[in-house]
């Protein structure tokens, strides 16, 4: 089924209602919005999702006015869903404001609906250099002792709020402790504090492995890390000099991230005043292109693309055969983004290592198991608790 004749309208509205499944989103909602949108049109995108966020919102508030604790808590995930959704075509200009509006809105409902859901949820500042990062602890009430943990970072433009809901929930109904951060590049660390994706993601992952270990509902034996999407890179980079985890999830795996940001410009590059021009022109329809080259100035703070091509080439698990944990890497049959990364980084390993495929014919053929969160959460974590032999 086509949710939108846009390629990339389709994905992510595929993307918002898999959250569905963990109460992220609801399918009707998201349905409405979809026939509502203009396709390629990025203030259309905005317009519905920020109306609907407001509406879901102002309906959690009259619930929790009038005592339903629960039935508030319930919408107020809906709309940190919808908010944290809204601003996703809106980068090409890093000083709107409706950018941080979003973002902010999009954490004060998650918050709201903590108190209501059926996990604990807190939020903790973990120090990191001068300052600190941003992270949810996500796990079952009446757990006791030290845990299983899965510590997790999303990709190019998640947020720790969406993978609170998957993997976050999904593990956490396993009886995982899990942490869920934001790092340099990625939601409210870029947006607020404008700090930009770095290559040296070990020295982003080790400080939230020490906090990790700290806790005492922590089995430091039993720590696995996964990154999703960009984040498929970015955690083999870790991994492969921090050696406390148990085990790694690249979901999707990727070797290199400049292989497949430049394969969507021309073989020869003209020079950069005739580049900007062809691509001006080429965002004018595509709208998967103009996204990307948005996005990607806001978050890698590029000022021309070769600048952009210069900084993104570190961007590689190069290092994959120093990886000493047991790894898990994601593939699927429709991987729009990553086609023949996967296979790539697997072979690069010398771990013992897992090949996962994720198909069409048990619908889950998309990117990161977009609209899949059943299947997706079934399978990751199977593999997870018998690889650290979890029970």
């Not at 409405?32 to 966020?53: K, N, R, T």
């Not at 996204?291 to 021309?304: A, E, I, K, L």
Request: aromatic share 10%; hydrophobic share 40%; glycine share 8%.
């Amino acid at each position: 089924m086509r949710l939108s004749s846009d390629d990339s309208h389709h994905f992510e509205i595929l993307r918002i209602i898999g959250h569905s499944y963990y109460g992220g989103a609801d399918v009707q909602e998201c349905l409405q919005v979809a026939a509502a949108l203009i396709p390629g049109d990025d203030e259309s995108w905005y317009q519905e999702w920020h109306a609907l966020a407001e509406r879901v919102q102002a309906t959690a508030g009259a619930s929790l006015a009038r005592g339903h604790r629960r039935s508030a808590s319930k919408a107020f995930l809906r709309a940190a869903g919808y908010h944290l959704i809204a601003d996703f075509y809106l980068h090409g200009d890093p000083d709107d404001p409706r950018i941080l509006a979003s973002n902010r809105a999009s954490r004060y409902c998650f918050m709201a609906a903590a108190e209501g859901l059926d996990y604990d949820i807190v939020r903790v500042e973990i120090p990191f250099e001068a300052t600190t990062l941003p992270a949810y602890v996500v796990k079952r009430p009446g757990l006791v002792g030290r845990r299983p943990t899965l510590v997790c970072h999303s990709g190019f433009d998640g947020t720790k709020e969406e993978i609170a809901i998957f993997p976050g929930m999904a593990a956490a109904e396993r009886g995982y402790v899990v942490i869920v951060f934001e790092g340099p590049g990625q939601g409210e660390v870029v947006r607020e504090k404008r700090l930009m994706f770095r290559p040296d993601w070990q020295n982003v992952v080790s400080p939230i492995i020490d906090y990790a270990i700290s806790r005492d509902d922590v089995d430091a034996s039993k720590i696995a890390l996964m990154g999703i999407s960009l984040g498929g890179v970015l955690a083999p980079i870790a991994a492969a000099h921090e050696h406390r985890l148990r085990a790694l999830i690249c979901n999707g795996g990727l070797y290199s991230f400049h292989e497949i940001v430049r394969a969507r410009y021309p073989e020869e590059l003209p020079d950069e005043e005739v580049l900007r021009v062809q691509l001006r022109e080429a965002m004018k329809t595509n709208t998967v292109l103009r996204w990307s080259s948005n996005h990607g100035r806001y978050v890698f703070g590029y000022t021309s693309l070769h600048d952009y091509f210069e900084r993104i080439k570190p961007f590689e698990a190069s290092s994959a055969d120093q990886i000493r944990c047991a790894t898990l890497v994601l593939d699927a049959e429709h991987e729009g983004f990553f086609a023949g990364q996967p296979q790539k980084l697997y072979d690069r390993l010398t771990c013992s290592k897992t090949f996962m495929n994720f198909t069409v014919a048990e619908a889950a053929g998309a990117h990161c198991q977009a609209g899949a969160e059943g299947i997706g959460g079934q399978k990751i974590f199977d593999w997870l608790d018998e690889t650290m032999q979890v029970t």
